[in-house]
């Protein structure tokens, strides 16, 4: 594995897509409709396929956007939160 994909893995794990669908109650389809890729390219990608790094980055934006936060794998598996709201 080429460090390029290793970095793209690493921004994107195909489990954290899952996990943030979940959490955030979204079909696959529901999914693609808030990130603005196809149904098809969100199973391609929690099944671990290679996908552009432009892609990649649009489906995390998104998910970021809807109040996740992604924790890299650092020893611990990587994972997703919700980010912390602040008081007002």
Same mark, same amino acid.
């Given at each position: 594995? *080429?460090?390029? $994909?290793?970095? #793209?893995? =690493?921004?994107?794990?195909? $489990?954290?897509? &899952?996990m943030a669908r979940v959490a955030l109650g979204l079909t696959a &389809?529901? +999914?693609?409709?808030?990130?603005? $890729?196809s149904r098809n390219t969100i199973s391609r990608i929690e099944a671990g396929e290679v996908l552009k790094p =432009? *892609?990649?980055q649009k489906v995390r934006a +998104? #998910? !970021? +956007?809807?109040? #996740? %936060?992604?924790?890299? %794998?650092?020893?611990g598996g990587a994972g997703i939160r919700f &980010? !912390? &709201?602040k008081s007002p």
């Amino acid at each position: 594995m *080429t460090y390029a $994909v290793q970095q #793209l893995a =690493s921004a994107l794990h195909p $489990v954290q897509l &899952r996990m943030a669908r979940v959490a955030l109650g979204l079909t696959a &389809r529901q +999914a693609a409709d808030v990130t603005g $890729v196809s149904r098809n390219t969100i199973s391609r990608i929690e099944a671990g396929e290679v996908l552009k790094p =432009s *892609t990649i980055q649009k489906v995390r934006a +998104a #998910l !970021e +956007a809807a109040g #996740l %936060e992604f924790i890299p %794998e650092n020893g611990g598996g990587a994972g997703i939160r919700f &980010r !912390e &709201r602040k008081s007002p």
